[in-house]
Every structure is written in structure tokens, then in C-alpha cells.
């Protein structure tokens, strides 16, 4: 189907579902709503899914059983898409634009095609296009780095008890074969991370980036001594709790500190997951401390995220969804 000029309504603000009135007025990009809508519908086209637009339309090749994708307001769903496409499709849900009963089974195979949705010889010039810029009060400097933190770590701890296992370990877990307990996978990291750093009774262990405690509990069970950093206030307040409930508070200090504000000399420094959120103009200053901080002979233990190298250069200075509304900073 050809895509058709879109008219939206500027003027008078719409009822945000979830109270966003900020989205209430989409953004107007007649142009590249056009455009985006070519790309959705072709997107769209081939995936196991069923979008239904409002009249009956429907477009995907899903069957009954597949999620479905409902485009409840099309010319503001495309605008906002088509203003900035990774934080777009986002807002558009936020707003109500689209709704669906399983997001996450039908982000699945949208996600799955993403790479391939432009063609390879125009990726770049699109990207350019539609890329938006981190605004600059994110930069993970000293005092920019606790805004981003209280952002995200210190929405409360409830929160993400809510969704984490009995160990509150907020990164990648190590399952073993034919076992799907994610608190025993996220201890078989743990303890492969403690055992990787070589920590041992007797130690001073450094830990950068607290989380809610677990690993600083894990090494000192093991006889270690621990110092342990993080920025959110929240995390430090439950982290404290836990360890003390695991008896060895006399061998844990956490401490409300930037790792670029850390002092002293450690037998190994373990960091997990915390390098994503450090961002790539602060990797030097990053792996400079861990070199700072290890005694001679030590070990770093460290735990990261990683992508294909040339995705990571694509999109190292995109602003997506989830920069702007999950992780800032990260």
C-alpha cells in the first residue's frame, strides 16, 4: 500500500494514557512520517506478527495465535516515529499511539530485523538522519553521573525487588546446563567472578559499583576484607542492611563514592556490569583507576555487556529510549 500524506493535529493536546503530558502534542515531521511509514509497513510485512490499524486494515504475516500490534492514532504514531525513530516507537506507546497485550512478544521480532531494515549502502546517511544526540547535562562526569544515578538506582528499591531474584543481582547470570533458577545462576557468576580475581581470606577487595550488596557479601563470606562504591543512596541504604543480615558488616564498608574519588591500594578490584554506564569518552579514565587502585600482582575481576564492535561504533553517540527514560548516562 502506498503511504498517504498525514495530517495531525498540533494544536489541541490529547489524553496521555499514564501521565505523560509532555507527549500530549506529537511532534509535526510530514516528510519523514511518510518515510517512516514506508519502512514500518515493510518492516511490518514479512514478521509473525498482526498489526491492525483503525478500520480493519491489518498487515503482517502472523496467524491467530501470533501478538498482535493495534495503531490506535496512525498519523501520530508515524510522525513521532518519524521525528526520532528509537525514542519515537517508545513514546508512541507511552502516549497510547499503539497498544499491544504482549509487547515484548511483538518488540521480539521488530528487534530481530532491525539490522536489515535499511539497506547496507544507506544505513550510514540514515542513521545521520534520524540519530538524536545525548544532551550533554547526561555526561557521566562527577556530578553528572549522580544525576544519572538518582535517576535510575534511586526510583526505590522496591522497585527493583520487584523484578530481581532473592540475590538483587541487577546483571547477566551464568546458568549451568538443564537449570533455569536465575539466584543460582547469579551466585555461579559471583562466585566465577571471586574466582577469576583470585580473592581469598585476607584480602582488601575493592568493588566498583555496589549493587545491592550481593558480591560484597559473597567475598566476604569468603574471608575477604571489602570496600565497596557506589552513588545511589537507595542502593547503599539496602546494601547495608543485607550485609549486616549476613553477619559480616565487620568486614564490608560501602562507601557514597565516584570511582574516580577512590583512594588506596587493593589485592584485586571487581566491577560488574558497571563499565556500560561509565560511557565510552570515560573508558580511559575508568581503566586508569582500575590500574590505580590494584597492588602490583592483583587482579581485576570484570563483568560487561558487549555488543558487535561495529554496532558499538554506529551507535556510541545515539540517544534511544532507553537512554532517555531507563538508563541516562549508560
Given at each position: ?51 491492525v490499524f483503525p478500520g480493519g486494515e491489518r498487515i503482517g504475516a502472523g496467524g491467530p495465535a ?265
Amino acid at each position: 500500500m502506498t503511504a498517504q500524506p498525514l495530517a495531525v493535529n498540533r494544536e489541541v493536546p490529547r489524553p496521555v494514557d499514564g501521565g505523560w503530558p509532555g507527549l500530549a502534542v506529537p511532534p509535526h515531521a510530514p516528510l519523514k512520517a511518510r518515510v517512516a511509514e514506508t519502512l514500518f509497513r515493510r518492516a511490518a510485512a514479512p514478521l509473525p506478527v498482526r498489526v491492525v490499524f483503525p478500520g480493519g486494515e491489518r498487515i503482517g504475516a502472523g496467524g491467530p495465535a501470533s501478538p498482535v500490534m493495534r495503531i490506535v492514532r496512525p498519523a501520530a504514531f508515524f510522525h513521532r516515529l518519524g521525528a526520532g525513530s528509537k525514542i519515537g516507537f517508545g513514546e508512541a506507546y507511552m502516549a497510547g499511539d499503539w497498544t499491544s497485550t504482549a509487547p515484548a512478544d511483538l518488540l521480539t521480532p521488530f528487534a530481530a530485523q532491525l539490522s536489515t531494515l535499511v539497506p547496507p549502502a544507506l544505513q550510514r546517511v540514515f542513521r545521520r538522519a534520524v540519530e538524536a544526540r545525548r544532551p550533554e547535562t547526561e555526561a557521566n562526569t562527577v556530578d553528572g553521573s549522580r544525576r544519572n544515578v538518582h535517576r535510575h538506582y534511586d526510583l526505590s528499591n522496591d522497585l527493583f525487588a520487584a523484578f530481581l531474584d532473592e540475590t538483587m543481582s541487577y546483571s547477566a547470570a551464568w546458568f549451568a546446563d538443564g537449570s533455569d533458577d536465575l539466584a543460582d545462576a547469579q551466585r555461579r557468576k559471583i562466585d566465577a567472578i571471586l574466582d577469576m580475581a583470585a580473592v581469598a581470606p585476607g584480602m582488601h577487595v575493592l568493588e566498583i559499583g555496589t549493587g545491592w550488596g550481593g558480591l560484597a557479601v559473597r567475598a566476604a563470606q569468603r574471608g575477604a576484607r571489602v570496600t565497596t562504591l557506589t552513588i545511589s543512596a537507595e542502593q547503599a541504604r539496602l546494601a547495608q542492611e543485607r550485609i549486616a543480615a549476613a553477619g559480616v558488616a565487620d568486614r564490608v564498608q560501602v562507601l557514597l563514592r565516584d570511582y574516580r574519588e577512590a583512594r588506596g591500594s587493593y589485592d584485586a578490584v571487581l566491577s560488574v556490569e558497571m563499565v556500560e554506564a561509565v560511557g565510552v569518552r570515560y573508558w580511559p579514565t575508568y581503566f586508569a583507576a582500575l590500574d590505580r587502585l590494584l597492588r602490583p600482582g592483583g587482579r581485576v575481576g570484570l563483568q560487561a555487556i558487549t555488543m558487535p564492535h561495529a554496532r558499538m561504533l554506529a551507535t556510541q553517540h545515539d540517544y534511544s529510549w532507553i537512554s532517555k527514560y531507563i538508563f541516562p548516562g549508560g
